[in-house]
């Protein structure tokens, strides 16, 4: 079945520092790729979403491109801040079951500052 | 802020109570879900309303009844539940289930049962 491997946490980072969550994906034709954060104490926000393979998604300095060769989908920003501490989950859902929408089992970023 | 809301924001109830979990959109969208949370993992889906009908009960135990009265409210009625089933309750909406539409979260109601 479909599934989202994210790198294990929790990662800690000084403020400034350069940014990779790697997400990689198993999945049966083209599935959408997410990526939400969820900050303490709140319900997960969409971060970035991207639809086909070569798409950038980009929102608040993240970024992410939908690499189908590689079935990666990692997430990226040049500089972090303290206030990007929380939990990303990378995700995914199919057309034939939008649905039901698969999570990664989440990465905790804390960064100093 | 949230566009989807949930209340009560904490709920502590015992294992003979029953008690309602409440949830609001006014996006206009025609999905609407139930997910739980346990501390450290992803949400995990219950239940899925597609234009206010139940299209997804994912095996859920019977102690758990939504309820869909009308296209921006979902309702999860709780009744004899385990301690077990202490967890933070999200619900979520989208535009419709096509598989680019995102899920909007609201910030949860933290359950307790004790």
């Known amino acids: 079945g479909d599934s989202v491997t994210q790198m294990e946490g929790p990662v800690t980072l000084s403020e400034e520092a350069f940014l990779t969550i790697n997400c990689t994906y198993t999945?049966?034709?083209?599935?959408?790729l997410f990526w939400y954060v969820q900050y303490p104490g709140e319900g997960l926000q969409l971060l970035l979403k991207?639809?086909?393979?070569?798409d950038k998604g980009s929102n608040k300095g993240f970024e992410a491109t939908y690499r189908k060769e590689t079935t990666s989908f990692h997430l990226e920003k040049g500089s972090v801040q303290v206030s990007d501490s929380a939990v990303y989950f990378c995700?995914?859902?199919?057309?034939?079951?939008?649905?039901?929408?698969?999570f990664g089992s989440g990465t905790r970023l804390s960064i100093r500052p | 802020d949230t566009e989807v809301t949930q209340t009560p924001k904490h709920l502590v109830m015992g294992m003979t109570n029953k008690k309602s979990l409440k949830c609001e959109q006014h996006?206009?969208?025609?999905?609407m879900y139930w997910y739980k949370q346990k501390a450290k993992k992803p949400p995990e889906l219950m239940f899925v309303?597609?234009?206010?009908?139940?299209?997804i009960n994912e095996s859920v135990p019977s102690r758990f009844s939504p309820e869909c009265p009308n296209s921006s409210l979902l309702n999860l009625h709780l009744h004899a539940l385990q301690p077990e089933d202490s967890a933070l309750y999200l619900c979520?909406?989208?535009?419709?289930?096509?598989?680019?539409?995102?899920?909007?979260f609201g910030n949860g109601t933290r359950l307790t049962v004790t």
């Open positions: 979520a909406s989208s535009q419709d289930r096509d598989r680019g539409s995102p899920l909007h």
């Open positions: 999945a049966t034709g083209y599935p959408s």
């Open positions: 991207a639809t086909k393979a070569d």
């Open positions: 995700a995914l859902s199919q057309y034939s079951s939008a649905s039901k929408i698969i």
């Open positions: 996006m206009g969208h025609r999905a």
């Open positions: 309303y597609s234009y206010e009908k139940l299209s």
